[in-house]
């Protein structure tokens, strides 16, 4: 399976445009979206996914921190909503947590980490660990794909705790804009792609093994 996993639009209506075409140009089986998609708006933030929807590429999605706490009750096909959710695609098994865990900053759609775990265990247990991939806006605490220009790791231990145990193939993330990479985590694969705004994505192919290209648009 193919996937174009973007993150952090940030409002970019470019960006997103840019990204669209990018997905009509190489065609994959799913786009999937790690949130911060507008700016506690929910009106734009589902313009903004609809131009993605409108490749014709089933689009998924959780929102993150900056977007509206409304986004996390939306409810449609296309695009489809995962925060606290799972879909199966494909032969594969998608859960998704929007929003992250405190910041300094007092962003829209914050929670701590023991609301996180609720969430993460709450989400309806039909699927197998060997095929489970993990939307979150937050990455898991303690890799590669958290932490900040400062050197702190900023993601969370609940997204971690749960990555160990379940062991997803797959995790993308976004939210630690300078932390655009991959990294491994047990026996799971993280992926931030970086901030679409600045014309980061990446392509991921499932197959035998986890292949990951990071890769530009110009915005």
């Not at 409002?11 to 786009?31: I, K, Q």
């Not at 095929?131 to 050197?151: A, E, N, Q, V, Y």
């Amino acid at each position: 399976m193919r996937i174009i996993a973007i993150s952090d639009i940030h409002r970019s209506e470019a960006a997103t445009l840019t990204a669209a075409a990018a997905v009509g140009r190489e065609g994959p089986d799913l786009t999937l979206v790690a949130g911060d998609i507008s700016h506690n708006d929910l009106d734009e933030a589902l313009r903004l996914l609809k131009i993605l929807c409108d490749t014709g590429v089933p689009t998924f999605f959780v929102p993150g921190n900056m977007d509206s706490p409304s986004l996390s009750k939306y409810r449609g096909d296309q695009p489809r909503n995962l925060h606290g959710d799972c879909v199966n695609f494909e032969g594969y098994s998608i859960v998704g947590l929007g929003g992250s865990v405190n910041t300094p900053f007092n962003t829209p759609f914050e929670y701590n980490e023991s609301e996180a775990s609720a969430i993460l265990n709450g989400i309806p247990s039909r699927f197998d660990s060997g095929r489970l991939i993990l939307l979150s806006h937050c990455p898991p605490k303690g890799t590669m794909t958290d932490m900040t220009r400062f050197g702190i790791h900023a993601g969370s231990g609940s997204v971690r705790e749960f990555v160990e145990k379940r062991s997803p193939l797959l995790v993308v993330c976004g939210h630690i804009h300078e932390a655009e990479g991959t990294d491994n985590l047990s026996k799971s694969v993280i992926v931030n792609p970086g901030p679409a705004y600045r014309g980061c994505y990446a392509r991921i192919n499932l197959d035998v093994r986890v292949e990951v290209e990071m890769a530009k648009f110009k915005v």
